[in-house]
Protein backbone atom coordinates (compact mmCIF):
# COMPACT_ATOMS: atom_id res chain seq x y z
CA UNK A 1 0.00 0.00 0.00
CA UNK A 2 1.26 3.21 -0.76
CA UNK A 3 -0.16 6.79 0.10
CA UNK A 4 0.83 9.18 -2.36
CA UNK A 5 0.61 13.12 -1.53
CA UNK A 6 0.16 15.30 -4.04
CA UNK A 7 0.44 19.35 -4.75
CA UNK A 8 -0.02 21.33 -2.15
CA UNK A 9 3.03 21.83 0.55
CA UNK A 10 4.78 24.77 0.54
CA UNK A 11 5.25 28.43 1.93
CA UNK A 12 2.77 30.99 2.27
CA UNK A 13 2.16 34.01 4.51
CA UNK A 14 -0.47 33.87 7.32
CA UNK A 15 -3.82 34.24 5.85
CA UNK A 16 -3.23 32.35 3.18
CA UNK A 17 -4.59 28.91 1.79
CA UNK A 18 -3.32 25.90 0.59
CA UNK A 19 -4.36 22.46 -0.27
CA UNK A 20 -3.23 19.12 0.45
CA UNK A 21 -3.94 15.63 -1.25
CA UNK A 22 -3.12 12.36 -0.42
CA UNK A 23 -4.06 8.92 -2.47
CA UNK A 24 -4.05 5.35 -0.88
CA UNK A 25 -3.17 2.82 -3.46
CA UNK A 26 -2.38 -1.00 -3.42
CA UNK A 27 -4.13 -4.05 -2.45
CA UNK A 28 -7.11 -2.79 -0.56
CA UNK A 29 -10.32 -3.82 0.30
CA UNK A 30 -11.56 -1.25 2.42
CA UNK A 31 -10.40 2.65 3.42
CA UNK A 32 -12.82 3.15 6.67
CA UNK A 33 -10.91 6.30 7.59
CA UNK A 34 -8.24 8.63 6.13
CA UNK A 35 -6.69 11.69 8.07
CA UNK A 36 -4.12 14.34 8.38
CA UNK A 37 -2.18 14.75 11.30
CA UNK A 38 1.18 16.87 11.35
CA UNK A 39 4.60 17.37 13.64
CA UNK A 40 5.62 21.23 14.29
CA UNK A 41 9.69 21.58 15.28
CA UNK A 42 10.17 20.11 18.73
CA UNK A 43 6.38 18.87 19.36
CA UNK A 44 5.01 15.58 19.21
CA UNK A 45 2.63 14.48 15.97
CA UNK A 46 -0.71 15.41 16.24
CA UNK A 47 -4.16 14.98 15.02
CA UNK A 48 -5.44 17.77 12.50
CA UNK A 49 -8.23 16.63 10.75
CA UNK A 50 -9.92 12.87 9.87
CA UNK A 51 -12.68 11.51 7.71
CA UNK A 52 -14.53 8.07 8.37
CA UNK A 53 -16.16 6.23 4.74
CA UNK A 54 -19.06 7.87 6.53
CA UNK A 55 -18.04 11.07 6.35
CA UNK A 56 -18.21 12.12 9.84
CA UNK A 57 -15.10 14.01 10.92
CA UNK A 58 -13.22 15.33 13.49
CA UNK A 59 -11.29 18.36 13.79
CA UNK A 60 -8.36 20.05 16.17
CA UNK A 61 -10.08 22.84 17.92
CA UNK A 62 -6.99 24.87 16.65
CA UNK A 63 -8.31 24.32 13.07
CA UNK A 64 -11.39 24.05 13.39
CA UNK A 65 -13.72 26.59 11.18
CA UNK A 66 -10.31 26.83 9.19
CA UNK A 67 -9.66 23.92 7.87
CA UNK A 68 -11.99 21.60 6.02
CA UNK A 69 -10.96 17.66 4.76
CA UNK A 70 -12.91 16.20 2.02
CA UNK A 71 -13.07 12.45 0.96
CA UNK A 72 -13.13 10.51 -2.44
CA UNK A 73 -14.16 7.24 -1.41
CA UNK A 74 -14.04 5.99 -5.26
CA UNK A 75 -10.76 7.00 -5.55
CA UNK A 76 -9.28 6.29 -1.61
CA UNK A 77 -8.29 9.98 -1.70
CA UNK A 78 -8.15 12.64 1.25
CA UNK A 79 -8.03 16.66 0.71
CA UNK A 80 -7.30 19.36 3.33
CA UNK A 81 -8.17 22.92 2.61
CA UNK A 82 -6.41 24.96 4.90
CA UNK A 83 -7.53 28.92 4.97
CA UNK A 84 -6.48 31.45 7.25
CA UNK A 85 -3.13 29.67 7.59
CA UNK A 86 -1.40 31.00 10.83
CA UNK A 87 2.61 30.39 11.44
CA UNK A 88 1.33 28.14 14.07
CA UNK A 89 -0.09 25.84 11.26
CA UNK A 90 3.95 25.14 10.22
CA UNK A 91 4.61 21.66 10.29
CA UNK A 92 5.20 18.45 8.54
CA UNK A 93 2.00 17.26 6.97
CA UNK A 94 0.89 13.03 6.82
CA UNK A 95 -1.78 11.48 5.26
CA UNK A 96 -3.16 8.16 7.30
CA UNK A 97 -5.73 5.39 6.00
CA UNK A 98 -6.74 3.19 8.11
CA UNK A 99 -8.96 -0.29 7.01
CA UNK A 100 -8.50 -3.47 5.64
CA UNK A 101 -6.34 -5.11 3.38
CA UNK A 102 -7.64 -7.52 0.67
CA UNK A 103 -6.04 -10.19 2.61
CA UNK A 104 -8.40 -9.02 5.19
CA UNK A 105 -5.36 -7.65 7.58
CA UNK A 106 -5.95 -4.45 9.05
CA UNK A 107 -4.37 -1.56 7.37
CA UNK A 108 -2.98 1.74 8.91
CA UNK A 109 -0.81 3.51 6.64
CA UNK A 110 1.04 6.83 6.53
CA UNK A 111 2.58 9.07 4.56
CA UNK A 112 5.86 10.62 3.82
CA UNK A 113 5.35 14.03 5.17
CA UNK A 114 4.59 17.45 3.46
CA UNK A 115 6.04 20.32 4.87
CA UNK A 116 3.82 23.39 5.30
CA UNK A 117 5.61 26.57 6.17
CA UNK A 118 3.32 29.51 6.88
CA UNK A 119 5.15 32.98 7.86
CA UNK A 120 3.95 36.19 9.96
Known amino acids: VQLQASGGGGSVQAGGSLRLSCAASGDIFTVNEMGWYRRAPGKERELVAT???????IYADSVRGRFIISRDGAKNAVDLQMNNLKPDDTAVYYCRAKGLLLSVSPMDYWGKGTQVTVSS
Open 51 to 57: ITSGNET
